[in-house]
T-cell receptor, first 117, second 115 residues
Framework: GAVVSQHPSRVICKSGTSVKIECRSL??????MFWYRQFPKKSLMLMAT?????????EQGVEKDKFLINHASLTLSTLTVTSAHPEDSSFYIC?????????????FGPGTRLTVT | AQKITQTQPGMFVQEKEAVTLDCTYD???????LFWYKQPSSGEMIFLIY??????QNATEGRYSLNFQKARKSANLVISASQLGDSAMYFC????????????FGSGTKLNVKP
């Protein structure tokens, strides 16, 4: 099956610092990657859609300047939480759509737990 | 309006019995996809089953089947012969949009399988 990795799996940072989370598709090319945020015992909230070589599309209410997304290659997308604050603490999950027609399934990464102190 | 509604925050089922997790959706698109995912306590999202809006047959994957009722806009997940390892959060999701790249998740159902 298709594998998506995320790094780091856990990160603790101080308020005001920036944190970068990587999402990689290990054995397939992903033209589209998604970034989700999940609060404890809550559903996944789509933050943005990342397409290789173009600007990310952010969902309403998600600050573009705070959550920087870069999709530099067909196997890597990064999410940078800039000037992090305690309210940014959450579980961040990425997913990837396999390139090619007829692909409907998104493959999820294992998630990154961010704690901002 | 909610795109995906899961009305059961928590469910209990006896081991080896079948259980149905409810999901209703809201869309005006003709072409869309419906998914069910399992999220154990470890946090990973595990794909279970997919139903396309044009698929006439209900999807099945092993012990999982999707009861697709298009007119009612419902896509319930049926798990047969429940196992202890089925205890987890279950999310219903929908994919729609002009580029088929909008995903929406329901609030989830916590399933507990009792021995």
């Amino acid at each position: 099956g298709a594998v998506v990795s995320q790094h780091p799996s856990r990160v603790i940072c101080k308020s005001g610092t920036s944190v970068k989370i990587e999402c990689r598709s290990l054995d397939f090319q992903a033209t589209t990657m998604f970034w989700y945020r999940q609060f404890p015992k809550k559903s996944l909230m789509l933050m943005a859609t990342s397409n290789e070589g173009s600007k990310a599309t952010y969902e309403q209410g998600v600050e573009k300047d705070k959550f920087l997304i870069n999709h530099a290659s067909l196997t890597l997308s990064t999410l940078t939480v800039t000037s992090a604050h305690p309210e940014d603490s959450s579980f961040y999950i990425c997913s990837a759509l396999r390139a090619g027609q007829g692909s409907y399934e998104q493959y999820f990464g294992p998630g990154t737990r961010l704690t901002v102190t | 309006a909610q795109k995906i509604t899961q009305t059961q925050p928590g469910m209990f089922v006896q081991e080896k019995e079948a259980v149905t997790l409810d999901c209703t959706y809201d869309t005006s698109d003709q072409s869309y996809g419906l998914f069910w995912y399992k999220q154990p306590s470890s946090g990973e999202m595990i794909f279970l089953i997919y139903q396309g809006s044009y698929d006439e047959q209900n999807a099945t994957e092993g012990r999982y089947s999707l009861n697709f009722q298009k007119a009612r806009k419902s896509a319930n997940l049926v798990i047969s012969a429940s196992q202890l390892g089925d205890s987890a959060m279950y999310f219903c999701a929908m994919r729609e949009g002009p580029n088929f790249n909008k995903f929406y998740f329901g609030s989830g159902t916590k399933l507990n399988v009792k021995p």
